[in-house]
């Protein structure tokens, strides 16, 4: 057995894991400030801005503290860049600014990975309990529920709902324990 005892849950997050950002969302909001994009460039770029974004062992990678404000401006940003933009810089602020605030209105990370929704159905008849925690903004339960995986999980905790002073301070290990995370 790969492990002893047994696992008798799993905790996912969602961006990069379960969902990943919709270029037609992203596409369609920068389009609305001006910025034309190719949706399928914008989902291209994902493996890209991954390697840009990893984390340096020992270097605190701190995304939240804001409410993700300046973390998700930065990635928005990038994600454009990486997609073949190269014009006005005013316009690509212009863009950041509409996808962000759209993004914080209704997740653009709402892109099932393939074959995301029978992995977690598999996880559950195997009888493993599944939960996510994520340092989303408050966006990632609804978001969950409308792309269909919200009934495959247990538990869904949001750190910007489950603890809306401080985003990033909750920690994995209180996930199970959330009043909030219960269904």
């Known amino acids: 057995m790969l492990f002893e005892p047994p696992p008798r849950a799993i905790l996912l997050d969602v961006g990069f894991t379960l969902t990943f950002c919709d270029g037609r969302q992203i596409a369609a909001h920068a389009a609305s400030a001006g910025v034309t994009l190719d949706p399928a460039a914008i989902e291209a770029a994902e493996g890209a801005l991954r390697a840009e974004l990893r984390e340096t062992p020992g270097v605190v ?34 863009a950041v600014a509409v996808v962000l605030r759209e993004h914080l209105g209704r997740n653009v990370w709402c892109r099932v990975g393939w074959g995301v929704p029978d992995a977690l159905a598999r ?17 990632v339960e609804a978001m969950l529920e409308d792309v ?21 301070s909750r920690s994995p290990s209180t996930a199970w324990a959330s009043p909030r995370s219960t269904r």
């Open 123 to 139: 996880l559950r008849a195997a009888g493993l309990r599944l939960a996510v925690v994520s340092n989303s903004e408050g966006t």
């Open 61 to 94: 990678h701190r995304t939240h503290d804001d409410g993700g404000n300046r973390f998700l401006g930065r990635l928005f940003r990038r994600t454009i860049e990486l997609a073949g933009y190269a014009g006005p810089a005013d316009a690509l602020e212009r």
């Open 148 to 168: 269909g995986l919200r009934p495959l999980l247990e538990t869904v905790v949001d750190s910007a709902v489950a603890n809306p002073t401080r985003a990033s």
